[in-house]
């Protein structure tokens, strides 16, 4: 067997939300055993990830697949460009393969096309180095693929397959792997993260001595022994959720066990539209839960994602969605407008809404989640929030507080953070002095 690791380069343009996509995608080629080089000749294939929003990113994003075929040869596009195929391939019929933005699915498949694993996935796991585009201290932790729901409007599972959860051993030894190479905070990643271990039936493993469930509440117990914080993306509200909620107000060494911070991802408020969307309807139950994990940990931070416009969604039910939103008091919300996904179950669906009421619903949702997450931020001026050091610019330092995740949330801009010689990757309290719809604002907060 080759000792060498199969090379990707890769070029990525565009905004932040292409940069996500990138990294995203440079985390699975890492977990899959892939190295990442920085030239076109060292790489067995090259993935670019493209940008179409205006006629200047679509000639460079040409250009760029242009200068990769002839250095490299082997191409494959994704990102927002590859909405339009016809272009690309009008352009450059050579690529091997076009996808959209976010179809991690269809550059991955395309990726062991060209140029399989070497490696079993569940069998070194551990990048070696942090993902190029990602600051080395903070890293997601991915602990499972595929997913057992079928929502409507997803393709994931008919791409990727029902769960496959990683033993808890070999996730917590990645873990305290990141840790000892300088991570300080752990972006735990999944499809569906509240089922881990589900289908291997909870298995005990061993780590460090003692005996650990393959379960989400045993996972993190686990990561709170590594002294960072460990934030959980993508939970559903099932049951037992609750029972890591208390971690969440307990501290190990100074720490919390568990950064008191749930992603949960409740797509909408209506139990018909749920329903459509084949998701988890108890609504009430979720409200009441909300209000049940907030009394146990006051600070905690629920952010979540939503789509609007759905097929067949009236306006009533529209307007209990906007209602779910005033009564749940969520501190951080992302939201689409419902659009089809090639293969999707939802295409099937009657009533699709004209894009006009899609976008007019999206923005009266939007604004009236800005209104409540600029309250919730306001709230917090006059407190002292522990935060972690992402950058320095220029006199500032740019910090993320527990309720902030990379990429997604707001940022602590810290007044004085050069001054007080803060490094990226450092842990400071900051005295918040001021706020916005998405930020904070602050100086670094001496006692005494
Ligand atoms: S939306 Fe998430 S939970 Fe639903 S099927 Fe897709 S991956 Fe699974």
Same mark, same amino acid.
Request: glycine letters at 8%.
């Given at each position: ?313 009236? $306006? #009533?039910?529209?307007? &209990?969605? /906007?209602?779910?939103?005033? +009564?749940? @008091?969520?501190?951080?919300?992302? !939201? ?18 004209? $894009? #006009?009421?899609?976008? &007019?619903? /999206?923005?009266?949702?939007? +604004?009236? @989640?800005?209104?409540?997450?600029? !309250? ?30 990379? +990429? ?41």
């Amino acid at each position: 067997m080759s000792l060498q690791n199969p090379k990707i380069g890769f070029v990525s343009l565009g905004c932040p939300k292409a940069l996500v996509d990138s990294e995203r995608i440079l985390t699975q080629l890492k977990v899959e055993g892939y190295d990442i080089v920085q030239s076109y000749d060292a790489a067995d294939v090259v993935v670019v990830n493209t940008c179409g929003f205006i006629d200047s990113a679509v000639t460079e994003s040409l250009d760029a697949i242009g200068e990769a075929l002839a250095e490299n040869g082997k191409v494959i596009v994704t990102g927002c460009l590859g909405k339009k195929p016809e272009q690309i391939r009008a352009a450059h019929p050579g690529v091997l393969s076009i996808s959209g933005p976010q179809d991690y699915g269809s550059v991955m498949n395309a990726v062991h096309a060209a140029l399989p694993p070497k490696h079993d996935p569940f069998i070194n796991l551990v990048p070696d180095t942090g993902i190029k585009l990602t600051p080395k201290h903070y890293a997601y932790l991915k602990i499972s693929e595929g997913c057992n729901h079928r929502c409507s409007f997803c393709i994931i599972p008919s791409m990727r397959g029902d769960l496959v959860s990683r033993p808890v051993d070999d996730v917590l030894r990645e873990a305290e792997k990141l840790a000892m190479g300088g991570v300080k905070e752990l972006l735990v990643i999944s499809q569906d993260t509240s089922a881990y271990g589900v289908d291997v039936k909870y298995a005990e493993r061993e780590w460090r001595g003692k005996p650990y469930q393959t379960r989400m509440k045993a996972l993190c117990e686990g990561l709170s022994d590594l002294g960072i914080w460990t934030r959980l993306h993508y939970v559903y509200p099932y049951p037992h959720v609750d029972d890591i909620i208390p971690l969440m107000a307990q501290t190990h060494n100074g720490m919390p066990k568990l950064l008191p911070y749930l992603d949960i991802p409740f797509q909408h408020a209506s139990p018909r539209v749920l329903k459509l969307m084949k998701r988890p309807g108890a609504v009430d139950k979720t409200l009441e839960r909300i209000l049940r994990w907030r009394a146990i940990t006051p600070e905690i931070t629920i952010r979540s994602t939503f789509i609007v416009g759905f097929p067949g969604e009236t $306006e #009533a039910e529209f307007e &209990e969605l /906007l209602d779910f939103l005033d +009564e749940a @008091q969520l501190d951080r919300v992302g !939201a689409f407008a419902y659009s089809p996904v090639d293969g999707a179950k939802a295409n099937d669906l009657p009533d699709p809404l004209p $894009e #006009a009421v899609k976008q &007019e619903r /999206l923005a009266r949702f939007m +604004e009236r @989640q800005a209104e409540i997450s600029t !309250a919730k931020l306001e709230a917090k001026v006059g407190t002292v929030q522990r935060c972690l050091v992402d950058a320095i610019d220029g006199d500032l330092a740019i910090a993320r507080s527990m309720a902030d995740a990379p +990429e997604i949330d707001g940022l602590v801009q810290i007044q004085n953070g050069f001054e007080a010689g803060l490094k990226p990757g450092e842990f400071v309290d900051v005295e918040i002095l001021g706020s916005d719809e998405h930020d904070l604002y602050g100086e670094v907060a001496f006692n005494g």
